[in-house]
């Protein structure tokens, strides 16, 4: 069975840090692209970074530039994303997901998905 286990999710002070861990099992990583998206509560889900199976990367969001950075572990099955200088905007369910095509904002391209992990960010 195909299946995303997203983690490090939780509640962090404005200006903290978060890193995010989404393990995949029952296939390996390696020849996917892997996307991370969020939805706050009334939004559009939003792409917010991915990386190719190369380890290329590539920000969706501006918004995040400068401050999140994905990061991908093929021998552990597991990209991640290091959230740093957090701003209660940026609260959101985060997902990952992957594909096997490049890496694309639109979310509708993406064939797997974790179930989510929640991230508050408020003092």
């Known amino acids: 069975q195909l299946q995303f286990v997203e983690s490090g999710g939780g509640l962090v002070q404005p200006g903290g840090s978060l890193r995010l861990s989404c393990a995949a099992s029952g296939f390996t990583l390696d020849y996917y692209a892997i996307g991370w998206f969020r939805q706050a509560p009334g939004k559009e889900r939003e792409g917010v970074s991915c990386?190719?199976?190369?380890?290329?990367?590539?920000n969706f969001a501006d918004s995040v530039k400068g401050r999140f950075t994905i990061s991908r572990d093929n021998a552990k099955n597991t990209v991640y994303l290091q959230m740093n200088s957090l701003k209660p905007e940026d609260t959101a369910i985060y997902y990952c997901?992957?594909?096997?095509?490049?890496?694309?904002?639109?979310?509708?391209?993406?064939?797997?998905w974790g179930q989510g992990t929640q991230v508050t960010v408020s003092s």
């Open positions: 997901a992957a594909t096997r095509a490049l890496c694309v904002g639109d979310y509708g391209r993406y064939d797997y």
């Open positions: 990386i190719h199976s190369g380890g290329s990367s590539t």
